[in-house]
């Protein structure tokens, strides 16, 4: 079964870091680019970041552009994604997310349950 | 990069069919045929009902039917359905090389 896991969501402080992991299984990870998506609750649907499948190209949303790090280690099956400098704006659930198709830039076929991160003091 | 523009919410009555539209620009909808669409319900990720502005995944329904003209794609949900209550997001790449979601349209049965 092709499965995609989210975890290290939590609460933070603002101006503090967390680290998310999505760990990937049921498909040859290293054979796609890999995306972050976010949703605040209640809000809609926004993307955050992704990263070509050797890790040559990554790209980020304004919002998080100089504060946000992807990454991915392709032989753990896994995705990351380091949040620092944490502002109440970034208060999401957050979902990785894969594609149908090897090249597509949108079509994400698989994602995961969804990690909420939830920053306040 | 703004949110695509879709209607806040579409309604209709069983059996009937609905459009739902996603309003963007040249350097997103109208720059690429690479539209996507998500269903998603209350609490459940999303799930993918159209890419490439009109295949759909194996396994989604033929009631779900996607175009585009110009800097606007559209969702067509035809043969409406009490299981088809939920919200609906398009999905655009940009030239900036990120991607931009719409606003997102709840449908209601009535």
């Known amino acids: 079964e092709v499965q995609l896991v989210e975890s290290g969501g939590g609460l933070v402080q603002p101006g503090r870091s967390l680290r998310l992991s999505c760990a990937a299984s049921?498909?040859?990870?290293?054979?796609?680019?890999m995306h972050w998506v976010r949703q605040a609750p209640g809000k809609g649907l926004e993307w955050v970041s992704a990263?070509?499948?050797?890790?040559?190209?990554?790209d980020y949303a304004d919002s998080v552009k100089g504060r946000f790090t992807i990454s991915r280690d392709n032989a753990k099956n896994s995705l990351y994604l380091q949040m620092n400098s944490l502002r109440a704006e970034d208060s999401a659930f957050y979902y990785c997310?894969?594609?149908?198709?090897?090249?597509?830039?949108?079509?994400?076929?698989?994602w995961g349950q969804g990690t909420l991160v939830t920053v306040s003091s | 990069q703004s949110a695509l523009t879709q209607p806040a919410s579409v309604s209709g009555s069983p059996g009937q069919s609905i459009t739902i539209s996603c309003t963007g620009s040249?350097?997103?909808?109208?720059?690429?045929?690479?539209v996507s669409w998500f269903q998603q319900y209350p609490g459940k990720a999303p799930k993918l009902l159209i890419y490439?502005?009109?295949n759909r995944p194996s396994g989604v329904s033929n009631r779900f039917s996607g175009s585009k003209s110009g800097n606007t794609a559209s969702l067509t949900i035809s043969g409406l359905q009490t299981e088809d209550e939920a919200d609906y997001y398009c999905?655009?790449?940009?030239?900036?090389?990120?991607?931009?979601f719409g606003t997102g349209t709840k449908v209601t049965v009535l």
């Open positions: 997310a894969k594609p149908l198709i090897w090249n597509s830039p949108n079509a994400f076929d698989i």
């Open positions: 049921g498909f040859t990870f290293d054979g796609f680019a």
């Open positions: 990263i070509t499948w050797n890790s040559g190209r990554m």
């Open positions: 040249s350097s997103d909808v109208g720059g690429y045929n690479h």
């Open positions: 490439e502005v009109h």
């Open positions: 999905c655009s790449p940009t030239t900036t090389n990120t991607r931009v």
